[in-house]
C-alpha cells in the first residue's frame, strides 16, 4: 500500500505559472462593440486560454467513460479530466432490495449501516480518524438494485481512502453484541420515513406497479422484520451477493489505469461464484402489474393536501428508446414550478392541467424493467383526479399535438436536462454509473424523431396504468375509471 501511497502523489500535474502580465501589457484593439461580437466567439487579442484550445479532448475525457474487467470479473468504469479538485470513487454492488425475500427484506439497509464501523483490523475510532485526516466524505447508500459506498477525495487521497472503504465494506465487524445500535439506527430511518410523504408515496408507487416483489420489495426494513434479521442473515446475504461480477468500480475524475490498478489489489481476490441462499436471496426478474394503492393520511410536512403518480411500464437503463422516452418526459415537462434552464411555460402540463399547485413527468428506469409516471400535487382529490385525467388524454393525444415546433421544443429540454444532471462531479458519477456513455445519450436525444415519440406513448398505454395517492382522497380517482 506505501507504493501506491508514494505513487499517488504523482496523479496531480503541478500547476502551470500563470504571466498576468501577458494579458494586462497587451495593446491589441478590439474591433467592433460588444454586441457585434457572436457569443460563441473570444473576443479579438484576447488570448485563448489551454483548457479553451483543448475543448474537445477534455469533453472526450469527461464524456466518454472507459470500462474494463478484471481477472475475477469486478467491473471497472471511470471518466478522467485534466483539472485537479476533488475525484468521486464508488463501489457499487449489485445487492439492493429487490433481491431480498419476504424473509431477509431489510437486509440491505442493515448492512449499509455497518459501513465505517469497527472492521476485523480497525476499531470505529481508528477508522474515523484516518478519514479526518484525509478530509474526505464517504457514505453508503442502499436502493433498489445496489448498495453504494462513495468517497469524494483529493486525487492524490483515492488510493488511502479507497483501502479504508473497501476495508469497511469487506472486513466489517458482525457481532451479535454489534447489533443493537443499527436496529435503533435503521428505526430512526423508519421514523423518518413515515415522516415524508413523499417517500411513502415513491415505496406504495413501486409496491403497486410491482406486486410487492421484487422491485416491489421496500427500501427501507419493515417493521416486521427490525427484530428478525440477525447477523447470520446480514452474512449470508453478504456472502451471496458480495462477490467480484457483482461489483463495479466507478471514478469520476480519476484516471482507469490507476483505478483499475487499485481495484485489482484491493479488490482482485474477491470470489466469483454466487452462493446458492434461496431463503435469504431472490434472482428473480421483476414483472409489472399495475393497480391502486391510497394512503388516507394527511401529510404535515407537505405544502399539497392530496398528492398522486399516475405511471406506466417504462424504460430500462439500456432500452434503446430512452432517448425517445426522456423527449416524451420533457413534452410532458411541468406544471406549478420554475426550474433553471428549462421553460415549463411551453410544456403540455403547463398548457392543460388546470386546478393543481405542482405536477412534473418523470422516469425511473432499473436493469430489467422502468416506470414512466407523472406526480401531482393539490388541494383536494377531486382537482388532483381531473389532473390525473387530463395526462392520460395528453399521452393519447400525442400524435395529433406533436409537431416539428413542439419536438424541437422537448429535445432541447431534454438536452437541457441531461447536462444539468451531469454538472458537477456528483451528478456526472450517478449518470455514468446507471446509463454509461453521456455523450451517446446526447447525439440519441438530437435524432430522435415524431414518430418515435408517438410510438412510445402508444406503448406506454398499452400497460395497465399505475395510480398511487397520498393525502385527502376524498372524490380521489381509480385506475377503473381511466378511460
Same mark, same amino acid.
Given at each position: 500500500?506505501?507504493?501506491?501511497?508514494?505513487?499517488?502523489?504523482?496523479?496531480?500535474?503541478?500547476?502551470?505559472?500563470?504571466?498576468?502580465?501577458?494579458?494586462?501589457?497587451?495593446?491589441?484593439?478590439?474591433?467592433?462593440?460588444?454586441?457585434?461580437?457572436?457569443?460563441?466567439?473570444?473576443?479579438?487579442?484576447?488570448?485563448?486560454?489551454?483548457?479553451?484550445?483543448?475543448?474537445?479532448?477534455?469533453?472526450?475525457?469527461?464524456?466518454?467513460?472507459?470500462?474494463?474487467?478484471?481477472?475475477?470479473?469486478?467491473?471497472?468504469?471511470?471518466?478522467?479530466?485534466?483539472?485537479?479538485?476533488?475525484?468521486?470513487?464508488?463501489?457499487?454492488?449489485?445487492?439492493?432490495?429487490?433481491?431480498?425475500?419476504?424473509?431477509?427484506?431489510?437486509?440491505?439497509?442493515?448492512?449499509?449501516?455497518?459501513?465505517?464501523?469497527?472492521?476485523?483490523?480497525?476499531?470505529?475510532?481508528?477508522?474515523?480518524?484516518?478519514?479526518?485526516?484525509?478530509?474526505?466524505?464517504?457514505?453508503?447508500?442502499?436502493?433498489?438494485?445496489?448498495?453504494?459506498?462513495?468517497?469524494?477525495?483529493?486525487?492524490?487521497?483515492?488510493? =488511502?481512502?479507497?483501502?479504508?472503504?473497501?476495508?469497511?465494506?469487506?472486513?466489517?465487524? &458482525?457481532?451479535?453484541? %454489534?447489533?443493537?445500535?443499527?436496529?435503533?439506527?435503521?428505526?430512526?430511518?423508519?421514523?423518518?420515513?413515515?415522516?415524508?410523504?413523499?417517500?411513502?408515496?415513491?415505496?406504495?408507487?413501486?409496491?403497486?406497479?410491482?406486486?410487492?416483489?421484487?422491485?416491489?420489495?421496500?427500501?427501507?426494513?419493515?417493521?416486521?422484520?427490525?427484530?428478525?434479521?440477525?447477523?447470520?442473515?446480514?452474512?449470508?446475504?453478504?456472502?451471496?451477493?458480495?462477490?467480484?461480477?457483482?461489483?463495479?468500480?466507478?471514478?469520476?475524475?480519476?484516471?482507469? %489505469?490507476?483505478?483499475?490498478?487499485?481495484?485489482?489489489?484491493? &479488490?482482485?481476490?474477491?470470489?466469483?461464484?454466487?452462493?446458492?441462499?434461496?431463503?435469504?436471496?431472490?434472482?428473480?426478474?421483476?414483472?409489472?402489474?399495475?393497480?391502486?394503492?391510497?394512503?388516507?393520511?394527511?401529510?404535515?410536512?407537505?405544502?399539497?393536501?392530496?398528492?398522486?403518480?399516475?405511471?406506466?411500464?417504462?424504460?430500462?437503463?439500456?432500452?434503446?428508446?430512452?432517448?425517445?422516452?426522456?423527449?416524451?418526459?420533457? =413534452?410532458?415537462?411541468?406544471?406549478?414550478?420554475?426550474?433553471?434552464?428549462? %421553460?415549463?411555460?411551453?410544456?403540455?402540463?403547463?398548457?392543460?392541467?388546470?386546478?393543481?399547485?405542482?405536477?412534473?413527468?418523470?422516469?425511473?428506469?432499473?436493469?430489467?424493467?422502468?416506470?414512466?409516471?407523472? =406526480?401531482?400535487?393539490?388541494?383536494?382529490?377531486?382537482?388532483?383526479?381531473?389532473?390525473?385525467?387530463?395526462?392520460?388524454?395528453?399521452?393519447? %393525444?400525442?400524435?395529433?399535438?406533436?409537431?416539428?415546433?413542439?419536438?424541437?421544443?422537448?429535445?432541447?429540454?431534454?438536452?437541457?436536462?441531461?447536462?444539468?444532471?451531469?454538472?458537477?462531479?456528483?451528478? &456526472?458519477?450517478?449518470?455514468?454509473?446507471?446509463?454509461?456513455?453521456?455523450?451517446?445519450?446526447?447525439?440519441?436525444?438530437?435524432?430522435?424523431?415524431?414518430?418515435?415519440?408517438?410510438?412510445?406513448?402508444?406503448?406506454?398505454?398499452?400497460?395497465?396504468?399505475?395510480?398511487?395517492?397520498?393525502?385527502?382522497?376524498?372524490?380521489?380517482?381509480?385506475?377503473?375509471?381511466?378511460?
Amino acid at each position: 500500500m506505501r507504493s501506491i501511497l508514494k505513487k499517488s502523489k504523482n496523479i496531480l500535474p503541478k500547476n502551470n505559472k500563470r504571466n498576468f502580465s501577458t494579458c494586462l501589457t497587451n495593446n491589441a484593439t478590439v474591433v467592433g462593440s460588444p454586441a457585434e461580437i457572436p457569443l460563441t466567439s473570444f473576443y479579438p487579442g484576447i488570448p485563448e486560454s489551454k483548457h479553451h484550445l483543448n475543448n474537445a479532448h477534455e469533453e472526450q475525457l469527461v464524456y466518454k467513460p472507459q470500462q474494463s474487467t478484471l481477472e475475477n470479473g469486478l467491473n471497472i468504469i471511470s471518466t478522467d479530466s485534466t483539472t485537479n479538485g476533488t475525484s468521486v470513487v464508488s463501489l457499487v454492488v449489485n445487492a439492493g432490495s429487490r433481491h431480498e425475500t419476504y424473509q431477509s427484506n431489510g437486509a440491505s439497509h442493515f448492512v449499509s449501516k455497518f459501513f465505517f464501523s469497527s472492521t476485523n483490523q480497525r476499531s470505529l475510532l481508528r477508522l474515523v480518524s484516518e478519514l479526518q485526516k484525509t478530509g474526505a466524505n464517504v457514505s453508503a447508500q442502499t436502493g433498489r438494485e445496489n448498495i453504494v459506498y462513495q468517497t469524494e477525495a483529493l486525487k492524490s487521497g483515492i488510493p =488511502y481512502i479507497l483501502e479504508l472503504v473497501t476495508n469497511s465494506v469487506l472486513q466489517s465487524r &458482525l457481532h451479535e453484541w %454489534d447489533l443493537p445500535p443499527k436496529i435503533e439506527a435503521v428505526k430512526r430511518d423508519i421514523e423518518d420515513f413515515h415522516n415524508s410523504s413523499q417517500l411513502v408515496l415513491n415505496e406504495a408507487l413501486h409496491y403497486a406497479a410491482f406486486n410487492g416483489e421484487t422491485l416491489g420489495n421496500t427500501v427501507v426494513c419493515p417493521s416486521h422484520n427490525l427484530n428478525r434479521i440477525n447477523t447470520d442473515t446480514i452474512l449470508n446475504y453478504m456472502d451471496t451477493l458480495f462477490v467480484a461480477p457483482r461489483m463495479t468500480l466507478v471514478g469520476t475524475n480519476y484516471s482507469h %489505469d490507476e483505478l483499475r490498478e487499485l481495484g485489482s489489489i484491493l &479488490l482482485g481476490n474477491i470470489p466469483t461464484d454466487i452462493s446458492s441462499q434461496q431463503d435469504i436471496c431472490s434472482f428473480a426478474k421483476s414483472k409489472y402489474y399495475g393497480g391502486d394503492f391510497q394512503v388516507n393520511e394527511l401529510a404535515s410536512n407537505s405544502p399539497y393536501q392530496t398528492q398522486a403518480i399516475l405511471a406506466y411500464q417504462g424504460p430500462t437503463t439500456t432500452d434503446a428508446d430512452l432517448a425517445a422516452y426522456q423527449v416524451l418526459q420533457n =413534452y410532458l415537462g411541468q406544471v406549478g414550478t420554475l426550474k433553471k434552464g428549462i %421553460d415549463n411555460n411551453a410544456s403540455r402540463l403547463a398548457k392543460t392541467v388546470n386546478n393543481i399547485q405542482y405536477g412534473s413527468a418523470f422516469i425511473t428506469s432499473y436493469s430489467d424493467n422502468g416506470l414512466f409516471g407523472v =406526480y401531482l400535487g393539490g388541494n383536494n382529490g377531486l382537482n388532483v383526479s381531473k389532473a390525473v385525467e387530463q395526462v392520460v388524454t395528453e399521452l393519447r %393525444d400525442v400524435d395529433k399535438n406533436l409537431g416539428s415546433e413542439e419536438l424541437l421544443s422537448a429535445k432541447n429540454q431534454a438536452l437541457a436536462r441531461l447536462y444539468e444532471s451531469v454538472t458537477g462531479n456528483f451528478g &456526472l458519477h450517478e449518470y455514468v454509473a446507471a446509463f454509461g456513455d453521456v455523450a451517446k445519450q446526447a447525439e440519441a436525444i438530437k435524432s430522435v424523431t415524431e414518430e418515435q415519440v408517438r410510438s412510445v406513448a402508444k406503448k406506454l398505454l398499452q400497460t395497465p396504468p399505475t395510480l398511487v395517492s397520498y393525502g385527502n382522497l376524498q372524490n380521489m380517482i381509480k385506475t377503473r375509471n381511466l378511460h
